[in-house]
């Protein structure tokens, strides 16, 4: 099996990130960083290949380092997270018990050991409305797969794409990661591909890992998570149940911005301005 890491100034996590899947066939596909990552891992790890390119963003990243692996399976692990001991054996064992399975998620867990839910639902309209409009708190939780048992092995809809088992006979069926998506949906663009394709996504708690949620972007792009919800759904189901969602975000996102001070306002009044900025099509463009 190979391993896959993209970074984009993938300091300080990505030393623990190699550390977890050294001895494997390991290539990481630098972004552009500008903080010293190729340099460290050239020199900590000499025998991890690596690839810089100029960065157009995660999807793109994978593919490469993809094409340049050989192993039936290939780990895709962010940069700002790192397998538990034993983690990679027993992903690739229950991947063997389960040939229906395109991918195989570990129970992700914070670094103060708490844990990180990592189970999704497709978007939908409506279960984006229970996000944007704060009813996820009054128990209305599908697209953050509420109630999901973590504990328990199940098929999820798809999984967070911070570590990510791959079968490669999957991928040649379905094809690569669509790289039109820069940052964000690209995992739920790929997850639905396969279930279309009929795969599964199956979550495994019986191998852990620890991710920093939010480490490899630093909260930063917020409207490119805007711009994958559009993408997502006119790809998937059209223009116009794109536009349907770009109206929801922009009310959603123009009350947030109203109900929220500081730099959390402010990011939302941004991504508002951006949704009313034009039509889908145009926004895509």
Do not use: C
Request: aromatic content about 12%; hydrophobic content about 45%; charged content about 25%.
């Amino acid at each position: 099996m190979s391993v896959v890491i993209v970074t984009y100034n993938g300091l300080p996590w990505v030393e623990r990130a190699l550390e977890s899947v050294r001895g494997r066939e390991t290539v990481v596909v630098d972004n552009g960083s500008t903080d010293g990552t190729v340099a460290f891992v050239r020199e900590r790890f000499p025998e991890v290949h690596v690839l810089e390119q100029e960065n157009r963003g995660l999807a793109a990243g994978w593919n490469v380092g993809i094409a340049r692996t050989s192993g039936r399976y290939v780990l895709l692990l962010n940069s700002d997270a790192w397998l538990h001991a034993g983690a990679l054996d027993a992903l690739v064992a229950f991947a063997d018990a389960h040939p229906d399975a395109a991918v195989v998620g570990p129970r992700l867990r914070n670094p103060d050991g708490t844990l990180q839910r990592s189970v999704r639902g497709f978007p939908t309209l409506w279960r984006l409305a229970t996000e944007y409009l704060f009813l996820r708190k009054l128990g209305f939780n599908a697209f953050y797969g509420g109630g999901f048992d973590h504990d328990a092995v199940h098929e999820a809809e798809f999984l967070m794409g911070a570590v990510w088992l791959v079968r490669r006979e999957a991928i040649e069926q379905v094809g690569p990661a669509d790289e039109a998506f820069f940052l964000f949906s690209e995992e739920v663009d790929w997850a639905y591909r396969f279930r279309e394709a009929g795969w599964k996504s199956l979550f495994f708690p019986g191998a852990e890992a620890t991710h920093v949620y939010g480490a490899s972007h630093r909260g930063r792009l917020f409207v490119e998570i805007q711009r994958g919800h559009l993408r997502f759904f006119a790809k998937h189901h059209g223009l116009r149940e794109a536009e349907r969602v770009r109206r929801l975000l922009l009310v959603s996102l123009r009350l947030r911005g109203v109900l929220f001070r500081g730099e959390r306002g402010r990011t939302y009044r941004e991504a508002a301005a951006w949704l009313a900025s034009g039509s889908v099509p145009e926004l895509l463009a």
